[in-house]
């Protein structure tokens, strides 16, 4: 046997508990999501942060200090840590709260802004982003260009004052509702050797001259997605977000706070508590239900792990990608136990409960493990990491 | 964050678990001196038990170590389990490795009669501690008739037979019953989690240097694939005993967040074992099923710890009893722990 192990990389970062100070907080968001659900102001559903828009209870949230959390006070946010808008992020989820309207603007678009934007464009989103008025899409993904993200061919075109942008992006949730995006695109001619090199992002305004927003409607007829078109859309210079041809890189450095997150693994659990609610009073089911609880308590421990190791300034990509590729694949698992457990059929027309729920998780579950990387893809990241690649 | 403590500690127990990695079979004497010789061998208990304080977070560090190396000691047994139980009861505890069991023997006086099944390591210790109904029993292994027995991994899992006098009887604090069951599901927990990794390492170290096709097989997206899910199970398992340790450390294991936590922990390292052992094995091909290679190291003490000390299924039917009792509104709390 030989005396050292080959050496493995660092797959999943030391244990994180969330500070104390985050329990009053936590009660706190848990008593307003009570009181919304007795004045029936919604009701709980799966996949909330593509399917549920509501800009009343975004703009409440805001309200409550509760968005923007960690955007400093200067720019109207509240100078919170990760860890403790990750209390309120997995508290909201695990209600089965609507966040859609504000998700995208919240994770990804002011931490975004704080780190590549200028002072006129954090001004200008910011503080609209924490008070929960300002939504935003992100414009990555093209027709012709998915997974493989480097082969965007939305162009932009210098001229004066600014760039014009032509091209088309596909799967904009939320478009048809919000102000803004992040498009990527790519601002010099593609160089087969240097395939990510070339690309810049840019913010562009919805509702700007040459926009054009078609529905995409997702199998069950619901419009979530759009297809953006763009014809020569004005971009003035101010508002190109960070380094003319830093686009990868900047695109790229989001992707461990984009994949660890509590919504790579909550998606569903709406369905369990439904499901644990269902079998009350039986016996029979304590193993499987164990057993998926087992398997979030652990995704839990994982994705905290990485939010306190992003806390400290690292980037673990490595074990982000890890978490969303067992994360999603759990959110699936969840659905199949039911399936296992209750008999009762899915029914999309429920007005709430177990049916309407399963029937809203099975819809919505091949999104699950494929949106913002594919599982395939992760498991290539891996790889790599493991040095196969 | 992992303190400079914690990564002085790793590198002295992947040195001294990797110094004395073989694939003999049996108890490895010289390692437990070594063990012995760096304070590692009763690394948790009080100075006053021979220990060196440390936490059950450097017990982490070092037990997920000597999963990986298939370190062939009963570390467990004796730090956590017998150490920490003869201590508790006030009993002196003898030098050397030690041993732990729950059973049930007839007590009387000082006078103890029965048979223990599936004792750990019973025939290289020098001192076996029985938790039994009210007592706790400090049984000399020379006065007890010892047969011998193995587990999937050839570790020694022995039946111990006593007719007589035993070397202490004292009676059981309480609640010891319960935190002995849950320190030796935390600690197979811990070894489960250490065991994966060396697996997948193994598989990692084949899969680059085994050529098929006129390439290292570790290049085909089939295989890469495999060993992607492999290590995700073995995060999954690494993430999920050292969380259970630090929650143990933290709450003690009375804490109900503790059972839930070593509970999970046992659940979720037994799943991702026979995951990694599979995928293990199929990336290594026939030379894997072989006793020459070493991959049998791990995978079948990966088959064997997942079985022991509750199995994966006995603690998600406790962790689904506390989930089913507590009610739909009770099961968000329970995951958060408040």
Redesign the interface.
């Known amino acids: 046997m030989t005396a050292t192990l080959h050496r493995l990389p660092d797959l999943v970062p030391p244990p994180t508990e969330l500070p104390p100070r985050t329990a009053a907080l936590r009660a706190d968001v848990r008593a307003f999501l009570a009181e919304e659900q007795m004045a029936g102001r919604w009701t709980p559903r799966a996949d909330v942060w593509l399917s549920g828009w509501d800009e009343r209870f975004s703009r409440e949230l805001g309200r409550r200090g509760w968005l923007g959390m960690t955007i400093p006070k200067e720019y109207g946010g509240h100078g919170a840590s990760a860890l403790d808008r990750y209390v309120v992020t997995e508290e909201l989820l695990a209600a089965g709260a609507p966040v859609a309207a504000h998700w995208i603007a919240d994770r990804q678009i002011g931490p975004t802004l704080l780190r590549f934007g200028t002072e006129e464009q954090r001004q200008r989103f910011l503080p609209g982003i924490a008070r929960g008025e300002v939504y935003f899409g992100i414009g990555m993904s093209e027709p012709d260009a998915g997974s493989d993200l480097a082969a965007v061919r939305t162009r932009a075109d210098r001229v004066d004052g600014g760039w014009e942008l032509t091209g088309t992006k596909v799967w904009t949730s939320g478009a048809h509702h919000a102000h803004a995006f992040f498009a990527l695109a790519r601002s010099a001619p593609r160089d087969e050797r240097h395939r990510h090199a070339g690309l810049s992002q840019f913010i562009v305004l919805l509702d700007a001259p040459g926009v054009q927003i078609r529905p995409i409607p997702l199998l069950t007829g619901a419009h979530h997605f759009n297809e953006v078109v763009f014809d020569r859309v004005f971009v003035p210079d101010d508002m190109v977000l960070g380094e003319i041809g830093a686009g990868w890189k900047q695109v790229t450095s989001e992707l461990a706070f984009e994949r660890s997150g509590p919504e790579r693994f909550l998606s569903t659990f709406p369905l369990l508590v439904a499901l644990v609610g269902e079998l009350a009073g039986s016996a029979g089911a304590e193993r499987e239900i164990g057993g998926l609880v087992a398997r979030l308590w652990t995704l839990r421990r994982m994705s905290l792990a990485v939010a306190g190791s992003l806390e400290s300034g690292e980037a673990p990509e490595l074990a982000a990608a890890v978490v969303k590729e067992l994360g999603t694949r759990y959110e699936n698992e969840v659905i199949d136990v039911a399936r296992l457990l209750v008999t009762t059929p899915p029914d999309p027309g429920a007005e709430a409960g177990f049916a309407r729920l399963l029937a809203d998780a099975v819809l919505h579950a091949p999104g699950f493990t494929l949106r913002g990387g594919t599982n395939e893809v992760l498991r290539g990241i891996v790889a790599r990491g493991l040095g196969l690649r | ?2 303190t400079s403590v914690n990564q002085e500690l790793q590198e002295l127990a992947e040195s001294v678990f ?2 004395a ?3 003999d079979t049996g108890f490895d004497a010289a390692l437990w001196r070594t063990l012995e010789e760096t304070g590692l061998a009763r690394l948790t208990l009080p100075a006053g038990a021979g220990g060196s304080e440390g936490t059950l977070e450097d017990a982490a560090v070092v037990l997920a170590a000597a999963g ?3 370190a062939r000691v009963p570390l467990v047994e004796t730090d956590l389990l017998a150490g920490w139980l003869l201590h508790a009861a006030g009993v002196p505890l003898p030098d050397g490795p030690l041993t732990a069991v729950a059973g049930e023997l007839e007590v009387d006086g000082t006078t103890v009669r029965g048979e223990l099944r599936r004792v750990p390591w019973a025939r290289a210790v020098a001192g076996v501690a029985v938790l039994t109904g009210a007592h706790v029993v400090l049984l000399d292994p020379g006065a007890a008739e010892i047969t011998e027995g193995t587990n999937l991994a050839e570790e020694p899992r022995d039946t111990v037979r006593v007719d007589g006098p035993a070397a202490a009887v004292v009676a059981a604090p309480d609640g010891v019953a319960a935190e002995l069951r849950l320190r030796g599901a935390l600690g197979r927990a811990l070894l489960l989690a250490g065991a994966a ?2 697996a ?3 598989g ?2 084949y ?2 240097e085994r050529v098929q096709f006129g390439r290292p097989i ?2 085909f ?1 089939a ?3 495999q ?3 492999a ?2 199970e ?3 398992a ?3 005993a ?2 259970a340790a ?1 929650a143990a450390a ?1 709450a003690g294991f009375a804490a109900p967040s503790t059972r ?2 070593v ?3 046992k ?2 390292t037994g ?1 991702a074992a026979g995951a990694v052992a599979r995928i293990a094995h199929q990336v290594h091909g026939a030379i894997g099923f072989t006793r020459e290679h ?1 991959l049998r ?1 791990w995978t079948t003490r990966l088959w064997a710890w997942r079985e022991e000390d509750g199995s ?2 006995e ?7 506390t ?2 009792a507590a ?2 509104s009770g ?2 709390p ?3 722990g ?1």
């Open positions: 964050m992992t990797g110094d990695a073989s694939s990986a190396h298939a990794r060396g997948l390492a193994a990692v170290r899969a680059g570790g290049r997206q295989v890469q694939q060993l992607a899910l290590a995700g073995v995060a999954a690494s993430a999920a050292s969380a630090r933290d839930l936590a509970a999970a922990a659940s979720r799943e070493d190291l994966d299924a603690w998600n039917a406790e962790l689904g009893s989930v089913l009610g739909p099961l968000w329970l995951i958060t408040s």
